[in-house]
């Protein structure tokens, strides 16, 4: 047991945080770069809470080198970014933008410097505006633009870069960004949406054999995984848990680890080879062979049937339903930390030695912080989340999962997307009106646990 009394991690188990541009970058219109969706979807009246943008975010693109050395202060071992396509690549195809692809080398060299591994996802829903323009993800043609600019990046810094993220969260945009339209581009096609997961993945698999033609050692993908709690055994509301776990927790990880789309997305008129827009040989793109498995992990889903209406009056096979009887964060999300263990062993047993090393990408709550009168924050509820999270964790290695790594989310409190600035996930405080950054109370107890586990291991 470590000083924190936690078991000890495997060797060489990683410990981090994770952030992504558009949520801390800000300088959206400087040194070349281009407009995304988000830029776009934020300007649209009454889609994000009082009107904020990630104009200026938490102005990382000017504070880079304090935010490396509050990682350094962290002690953290690998720190996941995302990259802007726009930043590198403003029309989404064609042209390069130096002065971005510069920020990122320099950013990757600071990290190196501080000891930490620098590890880069492509694609973090800011889309170049005018791809989608050209049809978003609902367009073939945005896969070949996501491997072209896969490519461009691996080549400026795969030689120091050891893991690669292609995309994150792909249900998020499909479901929030083209079903539903509460994220960006603000899309409301319920199951037509279902295109954009094909193409999603199809530019994966593109993406992935571009990045190790230039250069690229591991390549990932990062899921959000919610294990699918059934409300009742009624087989109406099991059928209709079934159907919602293919959607979110299997849509994006069967094809890529199987070469095939589940069966139980028949639930939502998808054939066996899966939306429409599937050509032949496209899943065995998507299939290749991948290093990791990225797993973001907040809390489980509760489903029910739909009441028993017609099609139009319910277009979806499911219904969620609100989890009672556990803590909330201050998004009203349940605390369960257990949820993360199953959906760990769930993936083990069910991708069985497909499963490839898993890396916990994303994991943290949000807390209504406010300093005190001493100018301290004192977030237990977080630090309480993560302590539980971690066990979680260690619980899952101890029952066979090969888990090589955590990352908070996330280091710094930001853009929380159609929340703006309203949901404070990070270890850090940030004053959002002088960008004065002041580590939290599990800012220091997390990084005791980093030092105890290194210690441990010494
Ligand atoms: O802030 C997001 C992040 O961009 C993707 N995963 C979930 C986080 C919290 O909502």
Redesign the pocket.
């Known amino acids: 047991m470590s000083d924190l009394e936690f078991p000890a991690f495997p060797p060489g188990f990683s410990w981090g945080v994770a952030t992504?541009a558009y949520?801390i970058e800000g300088a959206v219109a400087e040194d070349g770069r281009g407009e995304s969706v988000w830029d776009t979807f934020c300007r649209r009246p009454g889609v994000i809470r009082d009107g904020q943008t990630g104009d200026l975010a938490v102005d990382h693109y000017h504070r880079w080198p304090e935010d490396v050395e509050l990682m350094t202060r962290l002690g953290i071992g690998t720190y996941r970014f995302s990259l802007a396509w726009p930043r590198i690549q403003p029309a989404g195809s064609g042209a390069v933008n130096a002065p971005g692809l510069d920020f990122y080398d320099r950013l990757t060299d600071a990290l190196l410097a501080g000891g930490i591994t620098p590890m880069p996802t492509l694609y973090?829903w800011d889309l170049p505006q005018p791809l989608e323009d050209a049809g978003g993800w609902m367009a073939r043609d945005t896969a070949y633009r996501f491997a072209e600019y896969a490519a461009i990046a691996a080549e400026r810094l795969a030689d120091r870069v050891p893991m690669w993220i292609t995309l994150?969260?792909p249900f998020v945009v499909t479901a929030y960004g083209y079903a539903l339209g509460i994220h960006a581009p603000g899309k409301t096609l319920l199951l037509d949406a279902l295109a954009t997961a094909h193409h999603q993945l199809l530019g994966h698999g593109l993406a992935t054999s571009a990045l190790r033609a230039a250069g690229a050692g591991e390549v990932a993908i990062t899921n959000?995984y919610s294990p699918a709690w059934t409300a009742s055994d009624d087989p109406r509301d099991v059928a209709a848990t079934t159907a919602y776990d293919a959607l979110h927790n299997r849509m994006f990880t069967d094809p890529v680890l199987l070469g095939s789309y589940p069966a139980a997305l028949s639930a939502f008129g998808v054939g066996p080879d899966g939306p429409d827009c599937v050509r032949d040989g496209d899943l065995a793109i998507i299939s290749a062979p991948l290093d990791a498995l990225g797993v973001?992990y907040?809390n489980p889903t509760r489903i029910s049937a739909p009441p028993e209406t017609t099609a139009a009056e319910s277009p979806l096979p499911f219904e969620l339903q609100p989890i009672t009887g556990y803590q909330v964060t201050a998004f009203g999300w349940p605390v369960v930390p257990a949820g993360l263990t199953e959906m760990l062993t769930i993936l083990a047993r069910r991708y069985g030695d497909k499963l490839p090393p898993v890396h916990i990408t994303?994991n943290g709550c949000s807390v209504a912080d406010q300093p005190d009168d001493r100018g301290e924050i004192d977030d237990q509820p977080r630090i309480s989340y993560l302590d539980g999270h971690i066990r979680a964790v260690a619980d899952a290695i101890a029952a066979g999962v090969d888990v090589r790594g955590y990352l908070v989310?996330?280091l710094m409190d930001n853009f929380?997307?159609a929340e703006g600035f309203h949901q404070r996930?990070g270890l850090v405080h940030v004053d959002f009106e002088t960008q004065r950054r002041t580590p939290k109370a599990s800012f220091s107890w997390y990084r005791d646990l980093i030092a105890a586990q290194a210690g441990s291991r010494s």
């Open positions: 992504s949520q973090h994150n969260e959000n973001n907040y994303e989310w996330t929380e997307w996930f």
